[in-house]
Structures are given as C-alpha cells and as structure tokens.
C-alpha cells in the first residue's frame, strides 16, 4: 500500500517505520526541513529505542523515504495519516491549526480516492471538521478514519508492533476492510482490532488517558497521606494492585506525570466537558493534584537541608519525563530545576538520554555532569527526578562519599529504606517514612 504520514515526530516516524517494515511504500512528510534533512540521512531527532536501525533499514529496502513536499507525498497515497502535533491552546482545549491545515493540503492534492486517517490526538468532533477541510477542495471520494495512537514512548516501536489493541473509527466499509488489512500485520497473535464509529474512537483516547492520569494522581494522594499517618505507600500498593479488580499498573507514585500526552489530554479533556456542559470533575482534581506533586521534591529538599537554599548544591538524577526516552516535555524536572534556581540554589544534573534536550532547554542556567557520579561532587544533596535502570543500583558508598552531606530525595522510590539507614543517609521519598 502506498502511506504518506504527515507529521515525523514521536507519533508519526514510529508509525511510519513499523508500516515501511511490514512491507508498505511509506513516506514521511514534514514542514520541518531540518527534521527532514537529518531523517533522509538516519539522523533521528528523538531517542526512541530500536526505531534507528528501523528507520535506517527501511530508507536503505527504499520502502520508506522523507520529504517536505506534503503535496506531493499525499498525491501518490492511497491512505494518510495526520500525525501532527495538537498542542494545549490558551484555554486548554487541543489546538487544530495544524491537524486542519494538513487536512487543506490533503483536500488540494489527492491524486486518487483516500482513506485519511487522524492519528493525532483530537476531540471528539474534529473527524468533520477535517472532513469539511479536505471536502472543499476535494476531486476524489475520501474516507475519514479515526485511529487514536496508545503508543508509550520509550517502547514505541514494541507498542506499534504488538499493540494491546487497535482502535478504529471507521463509516464506510472501504475504510474499514482497507484499516484490517494495514493492520493485520500487528495482531496476529489475536490482540483485538476494534471498530466502532468515529466519535467514540476520538473518546477513547481520551479517556484512556485521563484514566491513567487519574491513577497517578490517586496514587500522589494517597501517599501524601501515607507520610502523614505512618503507612508505607508501597506495601499499599502492593497490597492494592493485587487485587484483580485494581491490577498492578500505574499505582506508582512519584513526582507527578509529565510528557506529551498527559497533561495537555487531561486538560483538553476538561476543556471538552466543561463547554458541552457536562464538567468532569475528578479530572480537575486529577490536574491539581499534579501540579501540587511537582513541587514536593522541593518540599522534601527544604525538609533536609532547611528553607535557605542560596548557595547549595543540589545534584539532579534525570531529566526526562521518564525512562528510555529523551522527551523532557512537561518534565517534574523543569519544576524542580525552576524552584531550586528562584531559590539560588546551583543544580548539577545528568540524565542517560537528556542532556542535548536539557541543554537546548536550560542552555547554562544549571551544570551538565558526564556520569552520574559526577553530578555528586561536593553536592549538598542528591534528587533523584527520573527511574533510569542506572540509578536503580548505584553504589551507595560513592554516592556518599561524593556528597559533601548524605541527603537523598527520592522521587521514585527507588531505594529501600533499610539500606538508606544501613548507608547512613538523610533520606526523603514518596509516601515513605523519611530515614534521617
Ligand atoms: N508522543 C506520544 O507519546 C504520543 C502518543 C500518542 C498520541 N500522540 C499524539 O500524536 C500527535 C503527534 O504527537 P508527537 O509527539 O508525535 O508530536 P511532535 O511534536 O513530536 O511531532 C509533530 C510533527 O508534526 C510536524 N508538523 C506540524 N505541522 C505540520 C504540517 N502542517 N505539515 C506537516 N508537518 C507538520 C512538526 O514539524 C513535527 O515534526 C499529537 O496529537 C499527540 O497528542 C502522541
């Protein structure tokens, strides 16, 4: 089949590698020339684990190729994709500028008939809109798909590859058989394709999310009263999630989500009910607790080390919003790095992945350490932000001995508390007794 994937971000260069590797003729198109320039030379602008080698394979089997002429790229396909970003706008509702003037494009240079499909995170409703937008200019009969992404970055590839499910919003039978096909390649080993109409399709996403979102946010809650009443927030985990009505997932806490996805769909979500007169009240809890949640490693911070931070040395554990990837978006980290900056505090940070990112974001605001014992050197204390697998087991006896004082904040939990008073460490986590 012949896929043009508009949009070559975290969504869009996935996708578009995982169809070029089941066999398809895939180009990405992208108004962004630099992104293109680097992609055409496998120079990817995101870590994304395994989608390298991915894309280098693919451009070299010529299935799959970059451009910015998304003209172009839309005349020669039988399906596109809209993969752009669909950023928070003043009110919090999701921004369309850009999925609508994909869809003015898609309108103006069909060359055959289309299956246009959005995989961009839109509300419910966007499907006409996008169809009204390529309607006006259209010379072929088109088909409007819905196809929210679940995609997790940091597992992108394996998510795409072997999805939990795929969701389409589909009204015509072409689109649909054209959908099943594409998509076979991904559930053989019987993982579900879902059909339904589009607007529940747009839904889903969305409540997806805010679920998940809702889960961490609980969570927060929860251990912030577990601090104040003495009970340790991972044995209640433990002893909730094994509850097969509850099950393991997302009851982490930590130090508030972040990323792409999250925050702007919780509030774009809010936005939605709020204007169709039908609030969604846990969601604005679920928004405030967060916001709430970033800032508690500075809490904790001043716990230790007292309310005058000017002058101390804090070294930072990760950057990103989480593991495997180097997406700083909405990051914990920025808040921390923020608050301890307006309090003249010197931050010292490393991150695996992140340091480009950071750089790009901070430029010389803070110090960049090469290893994460470096950041350590004469630190006050050390925050850990972000669960990489290297701070799970460090070697506490360094760490010490770097540190001009023996204080941890711990954002994820990541230490057990017998070995901190074992280490003789100051030590602060989530929803834990603090070990001083
Ligand atoms: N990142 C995720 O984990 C994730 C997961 C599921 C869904 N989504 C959704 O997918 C969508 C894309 O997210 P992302 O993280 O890939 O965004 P991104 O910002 O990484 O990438 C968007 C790309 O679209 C390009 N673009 C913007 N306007 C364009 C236009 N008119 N023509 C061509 N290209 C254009 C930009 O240059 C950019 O490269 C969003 O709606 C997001 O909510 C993201």
């Keep these: 089949m ?36 680097g992609l055409k030379d496998n120079r990817l602008p995101i870590y994304e684990p395994g989608l390298d080698r991915m894309v280098e394979r ?17 005349g020669a396909s039988d399906v596109v994709f809209i993969a752009v970003g669909t950023p928070p706008d ?33 509300p419910v409703g966007t499907a006409k809109k996008v169809a009204d937008a390529v309607a006006r200019h259209a010379r072929y009969p088109f088909h409007i798909v819905s196809n929210p ?14 999805p939990d499910r795929v969701v389409l919003g589909a009204e015509s039978d072409h689109a649909r058989s054209l959908m099943a096909e594409l998509y076979a390649p991904f559930v053989r080993t019987g993982r579900p394709i879902i059909f339904m109409d589009v607007a529940s399709a747009e839904m889903t996403k969305y409540a997806a999310n805010a679920m998940l979102a809702t889960r961490i946010s609980f969570m927060n ?21 094994s509850d097969e009505r509850i099950g393991p997932a997302f009851l982490f806490p930590g130090p508030g989500y972040g990323g792409s996805c999250f925050p702007k769909d919780v509030k774009a979500l ?56 180097d997406d700083m978006r909405e990051s914990p980290s920025l808040v921390l790095i923020s608050e301890l900056l307006d309090a003249g505090a010197v931050v010292v940070a490393h991150d695996p992945a992140a340091m480009d990112e950071a750089r790009r974001r901070l430029g010389d605001s803070i110090a960049y350490a090469p290893s994460s014992y470096d950041a350590l050197t004469g630190a006050d204390a050390l925050v850990v932000v972000t669960d990489w697998n290297e701070y799970r087991h460090p070697d506490f006896e360094r760490i010490k001995s770097a540190l001009k004082r023996p204080v941890i904040v711990d954002g994820r939990n990541l230490y057990t508390l017998d070995r901190m008073r074992h280490f003789g460490f100051t030590y602060h986590s989530i929803g834990r007794n603090a070990v001083d």
């Design 149 to 162: 992404e679940f995609l997790k970055e940091g597992a992108a590839v394996d998510d795409f590859m072997k």
């Design 221 to 241: 809650d929860v251990a912030n009263l577990c601090e104040r009443v003495g009970a340790n927030v991972d044995m209640v985990r433990r002893g909730m999630g």
């Design 90 to 122: 003043e009110d919090g509702s999701a921004d369309l500028r850009h999925v609508l003037a994909v869809a003015d494009t898609v309108g103006r240079h069909m060359g055959r008939e289309l299956v246009v499909v959005t995989k961009s995170t839109v």
């Design 2 to 37: 012949n896929i043009c994937i508009v949009g070559t971000g975290y969504v869009g260069l996935v996708v578009g590698a995982c169809l070029a590797e089941t066999g398809n003729q895939v180009v990405g198109a992208d108004v962004d020339a630099a992104k293109i320039d």
């Design 270 to 325: 809010a936005q939605t009910a709020r204007t169709n007169g039908s609030p969604l009240r846990i969601l604005e809890a679920v928004e405030s607790v967060n916001d709430g949640q970033k800032r508690r490693l500075m809490a904790k911070l001043r716990m230790a080390l007292g309310d005058d931070m000017r002058g101390k040395r804090v070294a930072v554990w990760g950057l990103a919003f989480k593991p495997n990837t």
């Design 58 to 74: 693919n451009q070299a089997a010529g299935r799959l190729a970059f451009t910015t002429d998304v003209g172009a790229a839309v």
